[in-house]
């Protein structure tokens, strides 16, 4: 942070943090954050009633109240996807993987490390799965027991088309698993038009809690087929469903300040009007990044048409003045936290349109990046 000179006090959120436009951990409210400020027993019924309210409302957000239950699973979202790979997938069963991007690529390791069968389709970054070759891998292949899809790759920020997947698989009469922990909660997924298995999310992504609890909402009764099916014992969905069912506590200590904080993210979530008012947001501030960002000269890497309005890859400019690292401290001493990219595609940066920002965040962070630009004399706009 050299010659990072603002003009004026950096961006902070409502407890006085730098602004995360990254995809998690992100930017939570201050009520979350506070609703953390006890310490409750794990038996304790405030505690357990909390969290079975918290869970209730899971499978209300995917329309499957009833036919669908949401399992918890303390650890990050990749803790919450490995127990739904691991919990669903028989041990002589064939998960075909859509990959493009990282988080199917570690689908498929999670499969490899358990000793499950995986096929891949593979599709570049850019590049949503190419459906015909998908249905026609299904009907060569009959020993395929389920798909794996990602519904929207955080790595680029392409959002895949998992109706499209779904119609496909229930074709095909296979059963689908999806990793939507960027998109549950702000895109619709419907499990009465979008038939799936089980979808893992987590409570730090579109539903704005903090990191620390990622959850299953899985079919009743494909949950009910999975028993002695895991691979592990902290992982085992099944398990972890009996135990809660029975006596409402986790077998395991829960993150209870964790738990706390996401039934209050999600009192928000409900007032903000669920997945449409949520969505609404962040397709607001993708908006006003996208045409500010293109209005100073970056390329996004996506055409608008495959762009989630989650987190936004740029194309690193093609400009000698322009070094990541300073326009990254350039940002940071501005208040804003970006995301470097991760792409094999092409060099490229992300900002997150996620957590508790609006538009006009979104306006502070493009007049940041006006005034670095200005300060590593770079100028992108055609002359
Ligand atoms: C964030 C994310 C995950 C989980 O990542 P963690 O770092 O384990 O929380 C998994 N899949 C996708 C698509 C994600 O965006």
């Known amino acids: 942070m050299t010659d990072a000179e603002p003009r004026r006090q950096p961006a902070r959120s409502e407890t006085g943090d730098p602004l995360l436009l990254t995809p998690g951990p992100l930017t939570t409210s201050k009520s979350v954050k506070q609703a953390m400020v006890h310490d409750l027993g794990s038996r304790d019924e405030a505690f357990v009633a909390l969290n079975r309210q918290a869970l209730e409302r899971l499978p209300e957000i995917v329309h499957g109240e009833g036919r669908y239950v949401a399992v918890p699973m303390q650890g990050s979202g990749t803790f919450a996807v490995e127990a739904m790979l691991t919990t669903f997938t028989p041990r002589d069963g064939v998960v075909l993987v859509l990959v493009n ?3 199917g690529q570690r689908a498929r ?16 970054e850019d590049t949503p799965p190419d459906l015909a070759e998908v249905e026609r891998i299904l009907v060569a292949t009959p020993a395929v027991t389920h798909v794996f899809a990602v519904h929207c790759e955080t790595t680029s920020g392409i959002l895949n088309p998992i109706e499209a997947i779904a119609a496909i698989v229930a074709r095909q009469g296979r059963r689908l698993l999806i990793d939507a922990m960027s998109a549950f ?3 619709p997924l419907d499990s009465r038009t979008t038939p799936f298995d ?9 539903l704005e809690g903090v990191p620390g609890l990622g959850f299953v909402v899985c079919r009743r009764e494909a949950l009910a087929e999975t ?3 895991a691979t592990t014992l902290t992982l085992d969905l099944h398990d972890q469903h009996r135990a809660l069912e029975k006596t409402g506590q986790y077998r395991f200590t829960p993150p209870i300040h964790v738990i706390v ?3 209050q993210a999600l009192e928000e979530f409900s007032h903000e009007g669920g997945v449409p008012g949520r969505g609404g947001r962040y397709a607001g501030n993708a908006r006003v990044l996208i045409e500010g960002m293109r209005a100073l000269g970056f390329r996004t890497l996506l055409p608008d048409a495959l762009q989630a309005p989650i987190i936004v890859t740029f194309r690193t400019p093609d400009h000698p003045n322009f070094v990541f690292q300073r326009f990254y401290d350039g940002l940071k001493a501005r208040g804003y936290v970006i995301y470097p990219g991760k792409l094999t595609v092409a060099d490229s940066f992300r900002i997150g349109c996620i957590g508790r920002l609006d538009a006009d965040h979104m306006r502070g962070a493009l007049e940041a990046v006006r ?3 200005a300060e590593m004399d770079v100028d992108l706009t055609p002359r």
Do not use: P, Q, W
């Open 227 to 229: 028993e002695g099916r």
């Open 261 to 263: 904080a996401f039934h």
């Open 198 to 206: 089980a979808v893992a999310a987590s409570a730090n992504k579109c």
């Open 109 to 124: 390791r999670i499969l490899d490390i358990a000793r499950r069968a995986a096929i891949v389709h593979e599709t570049a």
């Open 101 to 103: 991007g990282a988080y």
């Open 185 to 187: 909660g702000a895109l």
């Open 371 to 373: 005034e670095t630009l």
